[in-house]
């Protein structure tokens, strides 16, 4: 019974395996998003939702629903029932650390998360791969996520369980580097404890939670979550850092039109790309400096809906002082109004206006 209980779970990963390598150069069905607090679940099949799909994101979601809370999950994956408000994902059957941190650079730029759910490792023990080497990678991994994001609400969780004792025993060796591995990496680096509590019961196959396994996990995450408040409201540009500003609405960045230095241009949204024109630096008067001498301007200090916004000589006015509302709002010290993209727009050139601050994903900002 041992040696075909092991031989069950190798032919397991090794159909998650395949089923992860297929799902990484498929395109993403569709996206969904409500314009609310980026968050990206990250991680393998328990992520995915090997046997119940959507897993522990269903009831997360519901939870986060229930609490107020407006969250648009994001990622290239693309599964669950009705009752999970949105499918985006970014689990991958079969993958392990090494796999994941190929490709979380582009995965980050893509979807710029301003909360990420790391739920990683459990291949690495499977498979038996490296496992005295997997503690090191998930570090690297972290610090590429710190590197490439540092503004993100980064949760890192202690794998759950295996029920064959070999396998179990690796887990728990990986995970107790974890919680060092974390305590390292800054204060916007969290540990989830997702193991202890967790017994064979709350698995379906030996690996894999069953429902009430997964409705766990969301406890264990929506509690981490809360711990951590700014989790789930967009980010405010730290004091004195270069940071893009992505609109999560059409999942481009305020961009200084051509990327002319010229007082007076407009102000649009465009494809991320990090390059100077999008690049501003929050100053502790409320400025949004770009190229270093230029701020973020309301023309002519205007109130009026639909004035446009463009860049200036800074000059300390207060047509260049905006604060951050909780919601990812950037509202002018003049005006009370808000810097909204118009008409809801998505395409590349939308400019970027004053408009009455309303809530809709035309008005919210997010640091990348």
Not at 202 to 231: C, E, I, T
Not at 292 to 308: E, F, I, P
Not at 311 to 325: D, Y
Request: positive net charge; hydrophobic residues 40%; charged residues 15%.
């Amino acid at each position: 019974m041992r040696w075909n209980f092991r031989r069950f779970w190798a032919a397991v990963l090794g159909l998650t395996l395949a089923a992860g390598l297929t799902a990484a150069t498929a395109a993403p069905a569709r996206a969904e998003s409500n314009g609310g607090v980026r968050v990206m679940p990250l991680g393998d099949s328990i992520t995915d939702g090997f046997n119940i799909p959507g897993g522990y994101r269903v009831n997360l979601w519901q939870r986060m629903v229930s609490g107020g809370h407006t969250v648009d999950f994001v990622g290239s994956g693309f599964n669950g029932p009705a009752g999970l408000g949105d499918h985006d994902h970014e689990g991958h059957s079969g993958w392990r650390i090494d796999q994941i941190d190929a490709n979380i650079v582009g995965w980050l730029r893509n979807y710029t998360p301003r909360t990420v759910l790391l739920h990683i490792g459990t291949n690495d023990m499977g498979q038996n791969y490296d496992v005295a080497g997997a503690p090191a990678r998930l570090s690297a991994l972290i610090d590429k996520i710190r590197a490439n994001a540092p503004t993100v609400e980064l949760f890192v969780a202690q794998v759950t369980p295996a029920a064959d004792p070999a396998f179990e025993a690796r887990i728990r060796a990986f995970n107790a580097a974890v919680p060092g591995i974390v305590a390292q990496k800054g204060p916007m680096t969290h540990l989830v404890d997702m193991h202890s509590g967790f017994t064979t019961a709350d698995l379906a196959d030996g690996l894999h939670p069953n429902a009430a396994g997964y409705d766990k996990m969301s406890a264990r995450w929506f509690a981490a979550l809360q711990s951590v408040p700014g989790s789930l409201t967009p980010g405010t540009p730290p004091v004195g850092a270069a940071v893009s500003l992505s609109n999560p609405q059409s999942n481009r960045c305020l961009d200084v039109s051509g990327a002319s230095t010229t007082a007076g241009a407009q102000v649009h949204i465009w494809d991320c790309h990090g390059q100077t024109n999008q690049r501003w630096t929050r100053t502790a008067a409320g400025e949004l400096r770009v190229y270093g001498n230029r701020c973020l301007d309301v023309n002519g200090n205007g109130t009026a809906n639909g004035t446009k916004v463009q860049i200036w000589t800074c000059n300390g006015g207060t047509a260049q002082r905006f604060t951050f509302a909780a919601n990812g709002g950037i509202v002018g010290a003049g005006s009370g109004k808000c810097v909204d993209v118009a008409a809801s727009g998505t395409a590349n050139g939308t400019p970027v206006r004053l408009w009455e601050c309303n809530g809709t994903g035309a008005q919210r900002w997010s640091v990348r």
